[in-house]
């Protein structure tokens, strides 16, 4: 692990390298049998109710009373004060970065398959039970904008596919409303903390609860595809403590 990597931040980890594997053959498998679709049809989309909502932000809708979005695990209500507060944080993305929100795909695997990998993990990493989950993210004008990650602080990234694009995560520089359905940050009031380049074929503890984002290097051929073994609860510097202190 570089000296960079270790004094990123005096308080925060964001990317760190780890020797935790799988199988070559398990990661070939996922890949090639979960291939995410990007259709606006699209019917597994893990965060229906986000979908929805992104929908109406990017579309301008207007309401004049409150809403119910709703799927098979919650119900969100969508007042017009609160949708008017997501499309100004949109909006000011759109002015400030000129870029629109990306599509992005999680797609949780079958519960078979998700143990399988569990099973593959050390016994501490098992008994905190992760969701293991196919992602994959199409920039628009080239970038991830920057956002906080749902229903997971820290996940075993792997990359599947890849246009070198460089990650980048954010601090905040000023106080802005925060949502648990919405987790776009107001790019007014953030600043850069820490860039890399992920490589393929490396397996890292990812920080998902810091906002960051995604980045071209250079033209953009295809979207950006992942494999996470994702934890709810526990931060990158716990996953990391706990992964070294199942190899000793």
């Known amino acids: 692990m570089s000296i960079q990597q270790l004094c990123v931040n005096m308080h925060v980890m ?6 935790f594997h799988l199988p070559f053959k398990l990661i070939w498998q996922l890949h090639k049998e979960t ?3 990007f259709s606006n049809d699209d019917t597994e989309n893990r965060n229906p109710i986000y979908k929805q909502l992104n929908q109406m932000v990017v579309q301008n809708v207007t309401l004049d009373q409150p809403i119910q979005l709703v799927d098979q695990l919650e119900i969100l209500t969508v007042t017009p004060e609160l949708l008017e507060k997501l499309k100004q944080r949109y909006q000011t993305l759109v002015r400030e970065w000129s ?5 992005f795909r999680e797609k949780p695997l079958p519960l ?8 593959c993990l050390p ?3 098992q008994a905190l039970n992760p969701t293991v989950a196919i992602q994959s993210k199409k920039g628009v004008n080239g970038i991830i904008a920057p956002h906080r990650d749902h229903a997971r602080t820290a996940s075993l990234f792997f990359l599947l ?5 460089e990650t980048v995560w954010w601090e905040k520089t000023g106080n802005f409303e925060e949502f648990d359905f919405f987790r776009f940050a107001d790019v007014t009031k953030i600043k850069r903390a820490h860039s890399e380049i992920i490589k393929q074929n490396q397996w890292y503890i990812f920080n998902n609860a810091e906002y960051h984002s995604v980045h071209p290097t250079g033209p953009s051929q295809g979207p950006r595809t992942t494999l996470c073994i994702e934890f709810n609860g ?3 510097d716990k996953l990391n403590s706990l992964i070294n202190n199942e190899k000793h």
Do not use: G
């Open 123 to 125: 016994q501490q990493l």
């Open 99 to 103: 870029v629109n929100y990306a599509p």
């Open 35 to 37: 291939q995410v679709s």
């Open 112 to 119: 078979s398959v998700q143990q399988q990998v569990r099973d």
């Open 161 to 165: 596919e890849s246009n070198n694009e």
């Open 234 to 236: 526990v931060s990158a």
């Open 14 to 19: 964001y990317l760190i390298p780890t020797d």
